[in-house]
């Protein structure tokens, strides 16, 4: 009896060491956002976005897009703003009004070493035409997308900055539909889409916790400049402003809990100071 009790001990001290070992040495997801490059728009008005020239330190915006590796599937985040299908493959600049570029997505995804066909979900911040370039190109994955976005979308006349031949094959793509809704992409916390609407009607973000830099957030256009930010300022062309407002309240308090930094998509700075890829941040 003695013996049995000891035994049983034993095996008790066992099982708790090793949970123990376990919870000490978690293994840590592998996430990682590797940061595209898609040119820059220049010779934008800054009263668009109610301020003036002077209330803001850069008035030219770059543009960028995102892929989010998980151990489960990648994540494409926005495409870019000029289709691939304008380069020539000569490195010269392509000029599409405000919106110039002089590298195509495609092949920095193929330098981070993905082909479009290996995305697992695509999804876009919103359906300006800055945003959607590339959109065709991943119609072989799932497209998480608000509805009130998709609706408007494949609306009959959609009207705006938008630019519905990039984005067509979507319709046919598998779909996961959210209604105002957040999602755990992975199902693990590690990346997160937020719906924010208001900038247009199915807005989202992307909070992202990095295994080394932390939670990151990429901010889509809930905010152009920093400007807009620190002086609490919508743009004038919003497609419900007081959406906009109440997404800028729920995301500014995801962003105190969390600690996260945030990215805003179209800022020359913020931009700047990111490794791109093939080099990524993790
Ligand atoms: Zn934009």
């Not at 979308?153 to 779909?175: H, N, R, V």
């Not at 755990?184 to 992202?208: C, E, M, N, Y």
């Not at 600690?259 to 700047?272: N, R």
Request: glycine share 8%; with cysteine.
């Amino acid at each position: 009896m003695k013996i049995l009790t000891l035994a049983t001990i034993a095996t008790m001290l066992a099982i708790s060491l090793s949970c123990a070992a376990e919870s000490e040495s978690p293994a840590a997801p592998a996430v990682r956002i590797y940061v595209f490059e898609n040119g820059f728009i220049r010779g934008l008005d800054t009263k668009l976005f109610n301020l003036a020239r002077e209330d803001v330190k850069e008035p030219d915006f770059v543009n960028s897009s995102y892929l989010i590796v998980h151990p489960s599937g990648t994540l494409q985040f926005d495409s870019g703003g000029i289709p691939d299908s304008q380069f020539k493959g000569d490195g010269a600049l392509v000029t599409e009004g405000v919106q110039s570029a002089q590298k195509p997505l495609l092949p920095q995804l193929a330098a981070a070493g993905y082909k479009p066909t290996d995305i697992t979900y695509f999804a876009l911040s919103h359906y300006h035409s800055d945003h959607t370039g590339n959109a065709n190109a991943f119609a072989g994955a799932t497209w998480i997308t608000q509805k009130a976005e998709r609706d408007f979308m494949f609306s009959e006349k959609p009207e705006g900055i938008i630019q519905p031949a990039t984005y067509s094959a979507l319709k046919g793509s598998i779909m996961r539909i959210l209604n105002n809704e957040d999602l755990d992409v992975f199902g693990d916390g590690t990346v997160r889409l937020i719906s924010a609407p208001g900038h247009t009607p199915g807005h989202q973000v992307l909070l992202v916790r990095l295994p080394k830099r932390g939670p990151v957030l990429l901010a889509g256009d809930l905010y152009h400049y920093p400007e807009e930010r620190a002086r609490g300022i919508l743009p004038t062309f919003e497609f419900n402003a007081e959406q906009s407002k109440a997404a800028r309240a729920k995301v500014e308090a995801l962003i105190k809990e969390t600690g996260a930094e945030l990215w805003i998509e179209h800022d020359m700075a913020t931009h700047a100071k990111l490794p791109k890829s093939p080099a990524y941040v993790e």
